[in-house]
């Protein structure tokens, strides 16, 4: 199976002056409806990120990662940090073999900058600025796919200060080891990836893995956890991985499109009730299931069947 499984769409329609080309618009909310009901997993272009822009991030990402280890240190958030933001490579333990600069949004007081490459902070706070826009746009795009009120998603989702995103850099695959990052779903509600040259990404649908792979100015999408939930697995969070390969380090940028911690999720009317079916989720603080996330990392159970899911909110029916 190739790359022609995961859909590319053209958001134009939803940035031009005006707003009126109806006919466009409802061409790409279709092929994203179909793509977040079977899997979850689709690509965008002319989505309001400059590639210019796009091509600056990945050069400064690639000069910061090639930095000595002392270097990067000096931007690590240090112990006793309330959030992981600035430098951090995983755990020896840790089964992803990768080392992120995190950032949250421009202005946030968690920031920790390097000095070095210059103009680093200035490029990444910029990309961060136009992702989330292009999160808005998307976010607005599948209320629409879901038959939403207008406006639902966003009024919602109303708090961008817990947006994050991070920089990667992936060591090159071993002779017996190749995850950069394992199987896994996105807890967030929607995750924007840009993807150098090198690829690694794969998604699965109908059980086969399907490689995503790198094009020019092309943003990778997948729906998450929070999106599933609401409508109560109308719309499936993508399960997806990394693959390293060898001889090559791999790198990308991810932007997570978050959601506030105290708010409460749960599977909307819309989707139970209304149409008379029965919820497949329990209600929770979307705090509470990133702690229980956040553990899995610092505490990686030795039984990959123990690792916290969204499944283990599920309501089981017999």
Request: proline share 8%; net charge negative; aromatic share 12%.
């Amino acid at each position: 199976m190739n790359n022609s499984s995961i859909p590319t769409v053209d958001l134009s329609p939803f940035f031009r002056d005006g707003g009126d080309d109806e006919d466009g618009k409802k061409a790409a909310m279709d092929i994203i409806g179909k793509a977040c009901s079977d899997y979850g997993f689709f690509q965008i272009v002319n989505h309001g990120v400059p590639l210019a822009l796009m091509t600056h991030a990945m050069e400064l990402s690639k000069s910061f990662f090639d930095c000595s280890a002392q270097e990067k240190l000096k931007s690590s958030p240090g112990p006793g940090a309330p959030l992981p933001a600035g430098y951090t490579k995983q755990p020896e333990h840790s089964p992803d073999k990768n080392e992120y600069f995190l950032m949250f949004p421009p202005g946030s007081s968690f920031n920790v900058f390097p000095k070095n490459p210059p103009q680093f902070r200035e490029v990444l706070e910029e990309m961060f600025s136009h992702l989330a826009k292009t999160g808005e746009v998307v976010e607005s795009i599948i209320n629409r796919c879901l038959g939403l009120p207008p406006n639902f998603l966003r009024e919602y989702n109303h708090d961008r200060s817990w947006d994050f995103m991070a920089a990667l850099n992936y060591f090159p695959a071993t002779e017996t080891e190749h995850t950069g990052v394992s199987e896994h779903e996105d807890g967030n509600c929607i995750t924007f990836v840009l993807q150098d040259e090198v690829g690694g990404l794969e998604v699965r649908k109908d059980g086969e893995w399907i490689p995503v792979v790198p094009e020019v100015g092309t943003l990778v999408v997948n729906v998450a956890d929070v999106i599933q939930v609401l409508s109560n697995q109308k719309f499936k969070s993508a399960t997806h991985r990394v693959v390293r390969p060898k001889g090559s380090r791999r790198h990308s940028f991810a932007f997570f499109y978050n959601l506030q911690g105290d708010k409460w999720v749960e599977p909307l009317s819309r989707f139970t009730k209304e149409i008379g079916e029965p919820p497949k989720y329990r209600s929770f603080f979307y705090k509470e299931y990133q702690e229980l996330r956040m553990r899995n990392k610092s505490h990686p159970p030795s039984k990959p069947e123990d690792v916290i899911h969204i499944s283990h909110y599920a309501i089981h029916t017999t």
